[in-house]
């Protein structure tokens, strides 16, 4: 990223606290918390306010991963770094997800957070919404994940707004550009003056959040109430803890050894990060992580590949919540799992990781597809953890968000595609970004 000599002379003023999105977006969560907890049934009614937000960014997320991917990729010489790219990013998420998943089954054996409960797995049965997720869990296997990624039609992504569709269209359809040389240049420039437009829909769409995360919020508290979760408290902050221990020592020694601090970076994407809090979906910070890493000094063509590709295969918070979750109703159901069943239990938690990714409710609908094929533990026994798991969800998706976020950097790093000094001057002075 170039530094505009007008803007180092003008730098841009600094804003009121109750100007910046993040803190906008605290008090919405405080305050949907509070009506929530005093006015249930009203709290309850505002679930529209969460679901339009996320809808209204939804709608700009599939042009934003094929503007940013096709005009990246249509910018590089050598086709074969593309590729080079693709590997990397394959090989980082598999190594971290795996780690993931052995940290939640390390972590559950030495807690133990079910033990005691003594449940018989026989009252578990014939709740309907376990059965609907157990249903959904058998539809997305892996053979019909890899084929969904073939879209129907060159459009049709476009339309559905399927993430790994966009992203083999658009890595499709940049490789084209880029082998058609100066003719498809015309077709270059106009992407890449779309893509203005585009981020400054996003950016205008983003002044919304607070509503969102204040509807989304209130409907959570007012519909479970804070007290639903208290007799669960040990499996909540046992995931809670484990996936900070996992950001700050596992990512963080990563981002030390790749020459940045894990904790700049958080400051750096805060904003997003509360938007991911109050809405608990990932997704609604999507676009704007994309174009936050890339003013990072992180090259277009990386940022668009590693991003999108990293919320369907590096979901380091869902991984640990899903062996944690699975011992969990194992050990609530007085089953003990030999080592043997417990490593069966993992690498099948691998695979399912990746065939429900990018399904709505993917982290209950993944463990779901594990327990099926794991028959020591009950499938029933999802309906233990089916009230708290809206008060996982939040941690799961902030878990996945930085981990993409530090993939982001590691990649392009890995593949010489990192602006070293402005990526250390922006860690520095975070303030000094601003989105279009």
Known sequence: ?????????????????????????????????????FYPSVGADLKPLGDAFIKLVKM???????????????????MVSVGRVA???????????????????????????????????????????????????????????????LPTTLVSPLASGEILQVLFVAVSFGLALAATGEK???????????????????????????????????????????????????????FYITSLLFIVVVLGLVAKYNGFSIFALIRYIKDELWLVLGTSSSEAALPSLMQKMEKAGCEKSVVGMVIPTGYSFNLDGTNIYMTMAALFIAQACNIDLSIGEQITLL???????????????????TLAATLTVIPT????????????????????????FIGNACAAVVV????????????????????SVKLD
């Open 87 to 149: 590997i990397k990013s394959l090989v980082y998420f598999l190594t971290f997800s795996t780690l993931a998943l052995f940290i939640g089954m390390i972590v559950a054996n030495l807690v133990k957070p079910g033990a005691g409960l003594n449940i018989d797995p026989t009252t578990l049965t014939g709740n309907e919404k376990v059965a609907e997720f157990a249903e959904k869990a058998h539809s997305y296997g892996i053979v019909d994940f890899l084929m969904n990624i």
């Open 347 to 365: 690498l099948v938690a691998m695979i399912s990781s990746k065939g429900a990714a990018g399904v709505t409710g993917a982290g209950f609908i």
């Open 1 to 37: 990223m170039q530094i505009d000599a007008e803007s180092s002379l003008h730098p841009p003023k600094k804003q009121k606290i109750y100007q910046m999105l993040y803190v906008q977006v605290i008090v919405a969560i405080l305050l949907g918390i509070l009506l929530g907890h």
């Open 412 to 431: 392009a790093r890995w593949d010489h595609a990192l602006d070293k000094e402005t990526f250390d001057a922006t860690m520095r002075n975070p303030e």
């Open 184 to 238: 498809g240049q015309p077709i270059v420039d106009f992407l890449n003056n779309l893509t203005v437009p585009v981020f400054k829909l996003v950016g205008m769409f983003m002044k919304f959040a607070p509503i969102g995360a204040f509807g989304a919020m209130a409907f959570t508290i007012g519909k479970y109430g804070i007290g639903t979760i208290g007799n669960l408290l040990l499996l909540i902050s046992t």
């Open 60 to 78: 700009i997320i599939a042009p934003v991963i094929f503007l940013t991917v096709v005009t990246g990729i249509s910018g590089m010489k050598d």
């Open 377 to 400: 533990i009950p499938v029933a026994g999802l309906a233990l953890i089916l009230g708290i798991d809206r008060f996982m969800s939040e941690c799961r998706a902030l878990t996945n």
